[in-house]
């Protein structure tokens, strides 16, 4: 397996860098090789050459930074994920992917490879539970994050519960074939073993074992029951 990183060093808020070390350590686990190359601003790199590609959460300002940088690869990234392989944006890094991110001072323009809008506006922090049709338990998550988007086409996630009431959109994210985008952070992967395994198996095309993550099964149990105190989830879902 070989993964790519994109803009390690200034897209790097909430240790989401640990959703690539989660993939390469279940790789790794079952006995498959994994290289992960890092690549930054005005650095090249051939995206044809990996099998899965990873951007994670920034400020605003070095969102806007690694947007004006990241035009360049715009053909490059469309060719991949119409190819099918698997990539994963986490936090605001998935807004620029969109038509245009409106903040307090201009408008600007996306790379328009997914078809919304961003709003930026106050500040949401909160705790979330989601659930997507292809996983059979919910996946647990913290936002923050100012973007709002709304009028999505095809979510990733259907809200469960959160405990703000800034945004009560009830859809998370964004899938595009095997293009997946949420503001979930702190690292998503790490925080839910299931959807690593979904994510490590789609880049795969094979089944995994899942021993290597029965302590981030624990986390996630202690996480799942500490919020469904608050959201009080009917059993269906929780199965």
Do not use: W
Not at 201 to 226: A, G, M, P, R
């Amino acid at each position: 397996m070989r993964i790519l990183h994109l803009y390690h060093d200034i897209l790097n808020l909430y240790g989401d860098y640990a959703n690539v070390e989660a993939i390469k350590r279940l790789a790794q686990a079952n006995e498959v090789s994994c290289t992960v190359d890092k690549i930054s601003l005005g650095e090249d790199a051939d995206f044809s050459q990996y099998d899965f590609i990873f951007m994670g959460s920034s400020t605003e300002k070095n969102q806007k930074v690694a947007l004006e940088d990241f035009r360049r690869f715009s053909d490059q990234l469309k060719n991949y994920v119409d190819s099918g392989k698997v990539a994963l944006f986490t936090g605001n890094a998935f807004e620029i992917l969109g038509k245009t991110i409106k903040d307090n001072t201009k408008v600007h323009n996306g790379l328009g490879l997914l078809d919304f809008d961003v709003v930026e506006g106050d500040r949401v922090s909160e705790d979330i539970i989601v659930k997507a049709d292809d996983l059979s338990l919910p996946l647990v998550g913290y936002r923050n994050k100012r973007g709002v988007i709304s009028s999505v086409e095809s979510p990733l996630f259907e809200v469960l519960y959160q405990n703000s009431q800034k945004d009560i959109i009830k859809t998370e994210g964004v899938r595009y074939k095997n293009l997946f985008c949420t503001h979930l952070i702190g690292p998503v992967l790490v925080k839910n073993p299931h959807f690593l395994l979904y994510i490590s198996e789609l880049i795969l095309n094979k089944e995994l074992s899942d021993d290597s993550l029965k302590y981030n099964q624990l986390s996630y149990e202690v996480t799942f029951n500490e919020l469904n105190k608050r959201a009080n989830l009917s059993d269906d879902i929780k199965s």
